[in-house]
């Protein structure tokens, strides 16, 4: 396993916990910490830095460029660690788990390795933005022709990856962070009449449009009332944008930064509607999370991957123009004007998505696919 320091990798990565499989997980950026989630994996971290000398935070912070030039000659090569634990390990396999960061630095050592077969996990905007990025869509089409085995999050990147050169195996479709435990979620549900929040996923950034939802907010306050109104995950850009609205003298307005996974679930409890809206992503995530824990949806769906799950006023609503407040408004007060029967959306997605959502239900095909991968190394030889 090749991978950042990343919650969806943990995640996904504890579905082989007693599978059978020896697995070993390098750490790109070496965070220099062991994951308990993970921790019957072999974790190869503390590669990177030769001497971890104190002081090396306070100078990483204060003198830059003063750090660049001692980690020059402190630095490990990823490339060469790679190399050194292929040969000690001698894998069959390698996962790599999204291109530009875990895939594209993997590529020149395991050209050197030809029988080892290559698996990739693209999650979110890893083809679908990227591939549109001359410099990063260079590697991708460099990566793919090499890649033997695909996973991705939504039905779209399983194209867009042929388009950029994959021939393998496509394994399928799956969250990227494997499902959810429902049952144990069960007990953060609240029944629908004690519902009254309205949750806006708060990031915008590089391809969020967070403050989007909120000036399609203020149009509608009248209509809101009756509703609390949190912004999670919000990042300086939209405190920023808080501070300097009238939103923020809101009674029942309320904008947080980061919060836990076990918070976030707690508030989709709560919830009556999600609204998520972004001008990247693959499935997104939070959409799961909303219809796991019954919550009626309102997402964008950059490249037509939300419609993959979401149909249009029939068990959830689509974001078609997320930069266009006005329209996001109009989209909103579908709901706010009961021109959508709620109840029959989430039941709808009870019956028909929820249930493959369940953790142990795509663990089980998770784990059919990586035998597949292994059957098919028996059947070659290799």
């Known amino acids: 396993m090749v991978s950042i320091f990343a919650p969806h990798f943990f995640n996904w990565t504890e ?7 020896d ?14 989630k993970i921790d019957f994996a072999q974790q190869i971290t503390g590669w990177r830095y030769k001497w971890d000398f104190p002081g090396r935070y306070f100078l990483k912070k ?28 001698r894998p069959d396999v390698i996962h790599s788990f999204v291109i530009y960061l875990s895939a594209a630095p993997v590529l020149p050592v ?22 549109k990025k001359k410099n990063y869509r260079v590697d991708i089409q460099r990566v793919l022709p090499r890649v033997n085995y695909l996973f991705t999050d939504c ?16 394994l399928g479709t799956f969250p990227g962070g494997g499902g959810f435990d429902l049952q144990l979620l069960e007990s953060y549900h609240k029944e629908p009449n004690e519902r009254n929040l309205i949750l806006v996923k708060g990031y915008q950034g590089l391809h969020g449009r967070a403050i989007e939802v909120l000036k399609a907010l203020l149009p509608v306050k009248e209509k809101l009332r009756e509703f609390e109104i949190v912004v999670f995950g919000a990042d300086e850009e939209v405190f920023h944008f808080v501070r300097n609205s009238e939103i923020n003298s809101w009674i029942n307005f309320k904008v947080l930064g980061k919060v836990s996974h076990r918070e976030v679930m707690k508030l989709m409890g709560l919830t009556k509607i999600f609204i998520g809206n972004s001008l990247s992503d693959g499935m ?6 909303a219809i796991v824990m019954e919550v009626f949806p309102i997402q964008s769906n950059p490249g037509r991957a939300t419609e993959e799950i979401i149909t249009d006023g029939l068990n959830g609503l689509l974001i078609n123009n997320p930069e266009e407040p006005k329209h996001i408004r109009n989209v909103l007060e579908k709901v706010l004007e009961d021109e959508i029967d ?9 019956e028909n998505l929820r249930p493959g959502l369940d953790r142990e239900r795509i663990k089980y095909e998770v784990l059919k696919k990586y035998k597949l991968v292994e059957e098919e190394l028996e059947t070659s030889g290799s």
């Open 284 to 289: 997104p995530n939070t959409l799961l999370e």
């Open 15 to 21: 579905q082989l916990r007693e599978s059978g499989h």
């Open 342 to 350: 709620i109840k029959k959306a989430i039941k709808f997605n009870n």
């Open 23 to 36: 697995v070993y997980w390098l750490d790109v950026f070496d965070s220099n910490t062991k994951v308990e």
């Open 155 to 170: 039905k779209r990147d399983q194209q867009i990856a042929i388009e950029n050169g994959f021939k393998g195996t496509y």
């Open 62 to 89: 204060n003198h830059p460029g003063f750090n660049r030039l001692i980690n020059k000659v402190n630095e490990r090569s990823f490339q060469k660690v790679l190399e050194r634990k292929i040969k000690e390990i």
């Open 110 to 131: 395991i050209e050197k390795f030809p029988k080892i077969k290559w698996i990739l996990s693209t999650w979110g905007s890893d083809l679908f933005y990227y591939s």
